[in-house]
């Protein structure tokens, strides 16, 4: 290769220069997710490795299943477990702790007060640290219930940004309000995880984009990202960790409390955004 207008000297310096560059770049390391996916047909849940590269140290996140999540992990050599976390005390989701603490004894249940066999409830925006590069935010998101927690995460090294929401935030949706209120949901989805960067990746807890895809629609018939998400979704079967908190605040009904359309599907007329919120819940539920 010659660059024209430069000595053959000059090349080599170019050429070396990006060499190091390359070399510089692959070897630039980042936390990295695993998603496991369990009960599928049935539940359709996701549980998540998360691992920061650079040391290997990783959080199991929602192992509800240790027969499926196991084999997943055995394999993996270069990761060593730090801590068991759940989103929320929902059997779906923390149903795997006593087999993962009887393998792992030493390991600490990080979750809500309510999970099965917790030892650290970190309180609402406490930072935990995994690795070299990963801070871990959790954020308190009571209303699907009350010990419902978010884990947003931050790498240093490499910028990106992820956030596992559990039963709160789904593609699309939310959960329902099984111990809270849609002023609790609200909060919870445009004041916590709407202050997010607009660039944090988002790993629900299950994968019902399909569904809340159909509802949307009905809901918000003319958005022009939402029949994008649509033909997403027609062609792929697992859609988490494609989409981001910006992406929800397009195509998401509960994260569009005062678009006029949804506004008009509830009908609506307080002008509360948390009226609208319980309205929209009740027309999924019985969609």
């Not at 070897?27 to 996916?37: A, T």
């Not at 219930?145 to 956030?163: F, L, P, R």
């Not at 849609?182 to 004041?191: P, T």
């Amino acid at each position: 290769m010659f660059f024209p207008g430069t000595t053959l000297k000059y090349t080599q310096l170019l050429l070396n220069n990006l060499h190091r560059t390359s070399i510089k770049s692959s070897f630039k390391r980042k936390m990295h997710i695993k998603s496991i996916p369990m009960r599928w047909g049935t539940g359709d849940n996701y549980s998540y490795l998360l691992t920061d590269e650079p040391t290997g140290h990783s959080w199991i996140i929602d192992p509800a299943e240790p027969n499926e999540v196991l084999p997943e992990l055995e394999p993996l050599a270069h990761i060593e477990l730090k801590a068991i976390v759940n989103t929320h005390h929902h059997y779906d989701h923390s149903g795997g702790n006593s087999t993962f603490h009887k393998k792992y004894p030493s390991l600490p249940v990080i979750a809500g007060k309510d999970s099965p066999l917790v030892t650290k409830t970190p309180k609402s925006n406490e930072t935990l640290k995994l690795g070299k590069n990963l801070k871990i935010t959790a954020l308190h998101t009571p209303c699907h219930t009350q010990d419902s927690i978010c884990w947003y995460v931050e790498d240093s090294e490499s910028g990106k940004k992820a956030v596992f929401t559990g039963d709160t935030l789904f593609t699309s949706g939310c959960g329902r309000f099984f111990e809270g209120t849609g002023e609790e949901m609200d909060i919870a989805l445009n004041k916590v995880l709407a202050s997010l960067p607009d660039d944090t990746v988002v790993y629900p807890g299950h994968e019902y984009t399909a569904s809340n895809v159909k509802f949307s629609k009905s809901v918000m018939p003319n958005n022009n990202a939402l029949a994008k998400l649509d033909q997403f979704t027609s062609q792929n079967e697992f859609t988490t960790g494609r989409f981001t908190i910006g992406d929800e605040k397009l195509f998401n009904p509960f994260m569009k409390l005062s678009d006029e359309a949804v506004v008009k599907a509830t009908g609506v007329t307080s002008g509360i955004d948390s009226d609208v919120m319980d309205v929209l819940r009740k027309m999924k539920n019985n969609f």
